[in-house]
């Protein structure tokens, strides 16, 4: 088999794989152990100070990963397929900064709203999901892997789902 082709495939597992660590961390870790970290993520904007959120840590967490895997998949004979797992997270933490801050929370003005069906999805999922300023009782914890429910115009949020 093709070295590019393991390549290819560990970039996209690699990028995949993060949105579950993502949907899992969200929910079991930001709004668990580390809910003071990720808190002041729920709070109304007129309730913060400054341009950042304690919740900005979670950057750190996600790429400390991915510089390991940079780190030995380019130092360490044989594990080269290591490099591009790391690619493929940093990819996805690209997409979750631009659609996350830049999209969702217009944390820079970079997007106008988007008019199409799945960024409208998108916006109405994360909208369910900070609905509530607490950690519990809240849904839709991944960011682009969105529920069918948030497909349609009206949404009944009493109906959560563990796949959101």
């Known amino acids: 088999m093709s ?6 495939f560990c970039v996209v597992a690699a990028f995949f794989g993060m949105e579950f660590m993502a949907w899992f961390t ?4 930001m709004h668990g152990l580390l809910w003071s970290w990720h ?3 729920h709070k109304p904007h007129t309730m913060k100070n400054g341009f950042w959120e304690r919740n900005d840590r979670f950057f750190l967490v996600f790429a400390i990963p991915s510089f390991f895997c940079y ?3 380019s130092l360490v004979i044989g594990y080269t397929w290591l490099l591009f797992v790391g690619i ?3 990819i996805y933490g690209i997409c979750y900064f631009l659609v996350h801050d830049v999209y969702i ?3 820079f003005k970079w997007f ?3 008019d199409g069906t799945y960024s409208k999805a ?12 607490t950690k519990e009782d809240c849904e839709s914890f991944g960011m682009l892997l969105v529920n069918p429910k948030y497909f349609s115009k009206r949404v009944n949020h009493n109906s959560t789902s563990e796949n959101s």
């Open 105 to 107: 929370h217009r944390r």
């Open 71 to 73: 780190l030995i998949g």
């Open 3 to 8: 070295p590019w082709l393991v390549y290819s």
């Open 26 to 29: 969200h929910k079991y870790v």
């Open 122 to 133: 998108i916006l109405r999922a994360h909208g369910a999901h900070h609905a509530k300023t």
């Open 112 to 114: 106008k709203q988007l």
């Open 88 to 90: 493929g997270i940093s």
């Open 39 to 41: 808190e002041d993520h």
